[in-house]
């Protein structure tokens, strides 16, 4: 195994550190104040889309997708430290450069498993970013840990088909710019394989019968800077049944493929979030004083620091090695490393965010730094793209299978 970042991506990482230092990080405090101003909270600030213009001028655009035809063509392994820079500017710079789930997952559906149609109609705006989508499964009704459980209706009739259900913390849903939502739901509830009971359909937001009804909190945040997580109602609403991806009942290993990819690029950012986190913790360290001398003179603090940092190491080389088996093996070769990552990447991260907001003390909790924001989105990881106990589940499975 090796690690080493190739010419290609030596290039890539100089020029997204450029972009960040010279406008991504700038942008920061910009785009909160115009937020402020917007007639819609949801509305995205006029300098997200300076910074999109100006990523997209730099070639700095679609880095996520590795088929060459419509992305950037780079590994896992080429793409991971550049998911990791954008990770240190979660509100922004996956947006600005195009990297922005759930659009990235739902672009990687529709190159892999849509139709010439499919992809002219959704997928080419969608790599232009010019609209936005969201990927519709997880349920209020039903422990959706188990994807087997959904229970939203997705019934043929003639050359239509019907969907009814309510979804729930569907993210990017209350952004306005967002066209098309990625469903899944039943087309066989009683099929004798539960795996195959599930099928997705393309169906557009102003589909008659769509509602997109509230948007949910994250620890209180409405996260407008990923276009929010709502509840959305099906009633009734009619697809043609070429909206259908794939083939009926190939939902379930549709969402297991869009699943794989997208949990390591949460961990790839995770990773970025956690640099961000000790940059600010060391800053602060160096810059305040408590009884008597600065904080970094404090043993405490030199203990949280050094974790932090071993740590980052740490999850940075699985990630890195889960990568590698993903170029090399493919993604079900790298299960168990993947499964691996997505355990143990959140809660650590979680644990150095934690330890920095300790360090900023009120300033760590207020809006007047990124930690407080920071730390809800590594929390709410430990629960998207399935929890961390389904992975232990099935990991520990794996394992005690060699002794069986």
């Not at 990235?104 to 010019?130: C, I, S």
């Not at 997880?138 to 043929?156: F, G, K, L, M, Y």
């Not at 603090?301 to 050094?306: G, S």
Request: net charge negative.
């Amino acid at each position: 195994m090796d690690f080493a970042f190739d010419a290609r991506t030596e290039e890539l990482r100089a020029r997204l550190l450029a972009f960040m230092d010279e406008y991504v990080h700038p942008a920061e405090a910009v785009a909160h104040e115009q937020r402020q101003r917007l007639a819609s909270p949801w509305e995205t600030p006029a300098v997200v889309e300076e910074l999109k213009a100006e990523a997209k001028r730099q070639g700095l655009w679609n880095l996520f997708l590795p088929d060459a035809e419509h992305g950037a063509g780079l590994t896992n392994l080429q793409y991971a430290p550049l998911a990791e820079i954008t990770g240190r500017s979660p509100q922004l710079a996956p947006t600005a450069t195009n990297c922005a789930a759930p659009d990235t997952g739902n672009m990687e559906v529709l190159a892999q498993f849509g139709d010439e149609a499919q992809r002219k109609q959704w997928l080419q705006p969608l790599l232009a970013g010019e609209i936005r989508s969201a990927f519709a499964m997880t349920e209020p009704d039903v422990a959706s840990s188990d994807a087997t459980n959904i229970t939203t209706h997705i019934e043929r009739d003639g050359d239509e088909y019907v969907i009814t259900g309510r979804k729930w913390y569907i993210s990017g849903a209350m952004n306005p710019d967002c066209k098309i939502f990625i469903v899944m739901g039943k087309t066989d509830p009683d099929g004798p394989d539960i795996r195959r009971q599930q099928s997705m359909v393309l169906v557009p937001r102003d589909t008659p019968g769509v509602t997109v009804r509230r948007a949910m909190h994250v620890f209180g945040y409405e996260d407008h800077w990923h276009g929010g997580h709502a509840e959305v109602v099906f009633d009734r609403a009619r697809v043609p049944v070429t909206n259908l991806i794939g083939e009926e009942g190939g939902g379930f290993a549709i969402a297991q493929a869009r699943l794989g990819p997208g949990r390591i690029h949460h961990c790839m950012r995770l990773i970025g979030m956690a640099e961000r986190a000790i940059e600010l913790m060391c800053r602060r360290a160096v810059s305040r004083e408590a009884f008597g001398r600065p904080l970094a003179q404090q043993g405490v603090v030199h203990n949280w620091i050094a974790d932090a940092r071993v740590t980052v190491e740490q999850l940075r080389l699985l990630v890195l090695k889960t990568a590698w088996l993903m170029d090399t093996v493919g993604n079900r070769g790298a299960h168990t490393e993947i499964q691996a990552i997505k355990i143990a990447t959140p809660r650590a991260v979680v644990g150095i965010i934690d330890k920095a907001i300790q360090l900023h003390g009120a300033g760590g909790v207020s809006q007047d730094f990124p930690l407080a924001e920071l730390y809800a989105g590594a929390r709410t990881l430990m629960i998207a793209d399935g929890p961390d106990e389904v992975h232990q589940r099935s990991l520990a499975r794996r394992e005690l299978k060699k002794y069986a």
